[in-house]
């Protein structure tokens, strides 16, 4: 493994040096393992260090933050530790541990532990290897379940037959791997898996373990590769019963495809764009108002992601004409369009094809959204008006004044206001 992990970044290279150091000066044997592991030998890009040490995780990451001068987040009750070197880089640690299941689908009693046990506990084989960076046999692979085997066969298995009873999300996550690296479910995984859909292990688990899966395999860039195969292989009833994604919804979802690609190519210093809501919102289309609205509340979202989702599904049919009318004036387009966010804006020009609507939706982004006004609070107070609700009003003023074009500068901005003010 020496020589995958040479052809790591310096970075990289340097922190893996000083963990080894520390490793070594505690007597701790450490090891990179999971994620990491796997797109090391697979030369995949990825910054985030996993280690398990055998020993205490908390102990390690006291010592390793102080050697690196990084932020340290303790986890004391799982006996994990997370350090943050910069924005870009962080290093999970953990202390080795066992884990067992008290019932299906319940989340496991975790107990310290050593490698092999760690390593046992993992979801696939892929995902279940180590590589030594303790002194003696740094950079050893420990792969105690053919992981590498399987990397190179480019299939995705599990390490024992209760894998899916014991943790159902892992359905959820063996087709995300699988559509990341275009790999294959191994035969007898395929069967397992299917054998614990049939069984409806997805609605035995609690919503929000479900949901960070789900919002995972929504963030990948084959998204809707993702979609289709969970609706071949799991179905969404785990979302709502019944719920079926038709032919019209996966042609609305390409569109969502198409215009979370356009904006980012041509806002890609705008505010971030969350594509993951987008996909979710396309997927629930169908469902109405208040459904919509029990799904969020049955995965705890978060109330920003609520209030996105339910602003879209507020959207009435008039509210579409009007903004597919040929001539609207830019301060009509700006006070339809702001209130709502980037990416219900964006569902709008997927969803509605029409040339007016789309040229609306596209001179917002490119000429009216984040337009401001010269004058503030301090101008109309310098004007002998004080302040109250009458600011807004003459904001609002000589703001659709500026998007239609009828001021240009700062002294016609004031010239506007005095006039507005003489008239009261």
């Not at 208040?290 to 979202?301: D, I, L, N, R, S």
Request: net charge positive; glycine share 8%; aromatic share 8%.
């Amino acid at each position: 493994m020496r020589k995958y992990l040479e052809k790591l970044p310096e970075e990289i290279k340097g922190l893996i040096k000083i963990i080894r150091r520390v490793a070594s000066m505690n007597k701790m044997p450490a090891y990179l393992v999971g994620g990491f592991v796997r797109d090391l030998i697979l030369g995949v890009k990825n910054l985030d260090l996993d280690i398990v040490v055998e020993g205490s995780g908390i102990i390690f990451s006291e010592h390793l933050s102080r050697a690196l001068k990084a932020r340290l987040i303790r986890h004391k009750r799982f006996g994990t530790a997370t350090v943050t070197v910069k924005p870009h880089i962080k290093i999970d640690i953990a202390t080795a541990r066992k884990e067992s299941y008290p019932q299906a689908a319940a989340l496991p009693v975790v107990t310290a532990g050593v490698l092999k046990e760690d390593l046992l506990r993992r979801d696939f084989t892929i995902n279940a290897m180590a590589v030594s960076i303790f002194p003696g046999n740094f950079g050893s692979l420990v792969d105690l379940f053919g992981g590498e085997g399987d990397l190179r066969r480019r299939r995705v298995r599990v390490l024992h037959d209760l894998s899916f009873i014991d943790d159902p999300t892992r359905i959820l996550r063996a087709i995300r791997f699988e559509q990341r690296y275009n790999f294959s479910i191994e035969p007898a995984t395929l069967k397992l898996l299917k054998e614990a859909v049939r069984v409806k292990m997805l609605e035995r688990v609690e919503p929000q373990r479900i949901r960070d899966d789900l919002v995972l395999a929504l963030k990948e860039q084959r998204s809707l590769k993702n979609i289709r195969r969970i609706q071949a292989l799991a179905g969404f009833d785990f979302i709502r019963r019944g719920l079926r994604p038709s032919k019209k919804d996966y042609s609305f979802m390409r569109s969502i495809e198409r215009e979370i690609t356009w904006f980012r190519r041509a806002y890609s210093r705008r505010r971030a764009l969350d594509g993951w809501l987008m996909y979710f919102m396309g997927l629930i289309d169908s469902l109405g108002f208040k459904e919509a609205g029990g799904a969020c509340k049955k995965f705890a979202f978060r109330r920003g992601e609520t209030k996105r989702i339910l602003s879209f599904k507020k959207i009435k049919k008039n509210f579409v004409a009007q903004l597919n009318k040929k001539r609207l004036s830019p301060s009509r387009i700006f006070s339809l369009l702001e209130p709502l966010s980037y990416e219900a804006i964006l569902l709008l020009k997927a969803k509605y094809a029409t040339p007016n609507l789309q040229r609306h939706i596209e001179d917002f982004f490119e000429i009216y959204n984040g337009m401001r006004i010269y004058v503030s609070g301090h101008d109309l107070g310098g004007m002998g008006l004080s302040p109250g609700p009458g600011y807004k009003k003459i904001f609002t003023r000589v703001l659709n004044a500026k998007l239609n074009g009828q001021v240009k500068t700062k002294k016609q901005e004031l010239s506007l206001i005095r006039k507005l003010i003489g008239a009261c």
